[in-house]
């Protein structure tokens, strides 16, 4: 490797590489604060019906596993009438779902000192008319407000979705982790959720193997899982990361135990899964329309407001006509662990 580039240098890209090409022979890397907003030219690289809108950059959490403090810098939010503006023109092109990231959306805009600014801007995205699906993704557990719960529940634009990264449920683990939030917490918040939406979908993900993680702390976290909270769950294998306190920790646990300890924690959540889609079977959805199934042209796919893009499954559709970026009503006839199957409701 012999050029190095900073996150906050992208919109001096072509600058750089060219003193490179002319010979410099030292880049300094500048300090991570770049922020993109609705003038940036974007190529979209999601399929046209559907979008992802970065509403801000950096984290101010610090967990001790995490080094996009040292890469992206502090939290840095967009005002609300650049994201605004961003979305209208992805609308106008033709997007029907815009999903809201950030590495923290429930802490959009609280460095500028009122707290979250999120159910403010999520105020104004519902009122663009052609825009279908709002979906809210990474979604700090401690910063879900009871306010931001009753408009998911009182808007129609608002996906019943929410991904909110617990990683794990052993109090001591999560202090080690730095998390602001302990198993008890974690409880009391998934009950104020499925009390508030009842029909809401929960994607977490969770880590395995960090340091000083036992046998009895793993066990705990599976039989968490094994009780069912999430329809959706991702899990991670602790990874050393060079320059975060966990890096420093004693205890490392062997590579051999989380993948193990991971193993165990996907086979729980398949039946949890599998379990939980099997009990839609009847109901009716709505799904966007995605195209052809991989394995066959006789069959469409499409996903359902339950699913999230690239990381939950999908939905076959075995009986009606749709076109691309068609969001349809679906009743759903069957399901395996991650997907569901279903006919086209006639009009």
Known sequence: MDFFMGTADAPRILELLDNHLQGASQQEIGLPDYLYDHTTPRVTSSPFYSAYVKIAEGC???????????????????????????????????????????????AFGAERGNGSELTALLS???????????????????????????MIAAEEKICSYLDLPIQHIDDQILA???????GAGIRSLLERIRTRIPEITLRTSLIVGFPGETDEQFRQLLAFVEEGHFER???????????????????????RSKMSRYKRLMKAQSRVSLRKNLALKGRIDQVLVEGYSEETELLLRGR???????VDGQVYITSGMADVGD?????????????????ICEE
């Open 304 to 310: 359902s407001v339950r699913q999230a893009p690239d």
């Open 327 to 343: 969001i349809v009503a679906l009743k759903i006839t069957d399901s395996s662990e991650y997907d569901l199957i279903g006919e």
């Open 176 to 182: 080690a982790m730095n998390r602001r939030i302990d």
């Open 233 to 255: 769950l991702g899990v991670f294998r602790y990874s050393r990361e060079e320059g975060t306190s966990a890096a420093k920790l004693e205890k490392q646990v062997p590579e």
């Open 60 to 106: 101010a959490n610090h967990c001790s596993y995490c080094v996009i403090p040292s890469i992206r810098g502090t939290l840095r939010s967009r005002d609300i009438p650049s994201v605004v503006a961003e979305v209208k023109g992805l609308v106008a092109r033709g997007v029907k779902e815009v999903n809201l990231i950030a590495q923290d959306v429930t």
């Open 124 to 150: 104004e995205l519902v009122k663009i008319d052609e825009l279908v699906w709002l979906r809210l993704l990474y979604a700090y557990p401690d910063g879900i407000t009871d306010e931001l719960l009753d």
